[in-house]
């Protein structure tokens, strides 16, 4: 299959881009620019997630093609919904590692970030709507992330992540209400029981050996 030149993708390009500034200087296009970078970004991302199918053991690329896909789409939306522009974006992010554990469940880690990116995405949301503090949500995301680090298959052992769940979820339930005050106690008392635990089953190994 002939590989098709890098000079007819790049000229098309600056001819739509040119076309779309000149139909948003004549006020035809509203926005022409971010459509322009929308449509460059999309096609990005579209290569990158090409370079995945064609070999699935180059997994990374779904980070940026998934990242370009969030930004582009950003791209896209009105000015009514600007306040998602970082929902897009972290989330198509967080999306990305999901996929990256679901295409692989070895790289069980993935999970991790994913759920981090994909709470930081909903909390962008919710801060430029509400103003409100989100502090409690925060918590609740990652101790969810955690929580599907213990239960999710995979080929290890990943028990341990239930301890932190627990811990960030009761965090994330008591912020925001009466007993808030309870979390400065709460968190010491967690990592206090999940440090005895794990002495306790080092001991415990070291008696059946």
């Known amino acids: 299959m002939r590989r098709i030149d890098a000079r007819l993708v ?32 999309g ?13 699935t053991s180059n997994w990374w690329a779904l980070i940026p093609a998934f990242a370009l896909f969030g930004m582009a789409a950003s791209n896209f939306l009105p000015a009514s919904l600007k306040a998602w522009e970082g929902l897009a974006f972290l989330g198509g992010l967080g999306f990305s590692f999901l996929m990256i554990y679901f295409t692989g469940r070895e790289r069980w880690w993935a999970i991790i970030p994913g759920g981090v990116l994909l709470t930081l995405g909903v909390i962008s ?9 989100t502090g409690g949500l925060l918590f609740l995301g990652l101790g969810i992330t955690f929580l599907l680090v213990a239960i999710l298959p995979a080929p290890i052992n990943r028990s341990w992540a239930i301890f932190p769940a627990a811990a960030l979820l009761v965090l994330g339930a008591l912020l925001g209400t ?21 002495i306790f089953t080092f001991f415990r190994g070291k008696n059946i050996e």
């Not at 790049?10 to 076309?19: E, H, T």
């Not at 990005?44 to 995945?52: K, N, P, R, T």
Request: hydrophobic fraction near 55%.
């Open 10 to 41: 790049v000229g098309s390009l600056l001819i739509l881009g040119g076309l779309l500034t000149l139909l948003g200087n004549l006020g035809i296009v509203r926005n022409a620019g971010d459509m322009f970078w929308g449509i460059v970004l």
């Open 43 to 55: 096609l990005a991302g579209l290569a990158f997630l090409y370079l995945y199918i064609t070999n």
């Open 125 to 133: 949301v919710l801060d430029s709507l509400s103003g409100k503090d």
């Open 178 to 198: 009466p007993f808030k005050g309870l979390a400065d106690y709460i968190w010491p008392a967690a990592l206090f029981i999940a440090g005895v635990y794990l």
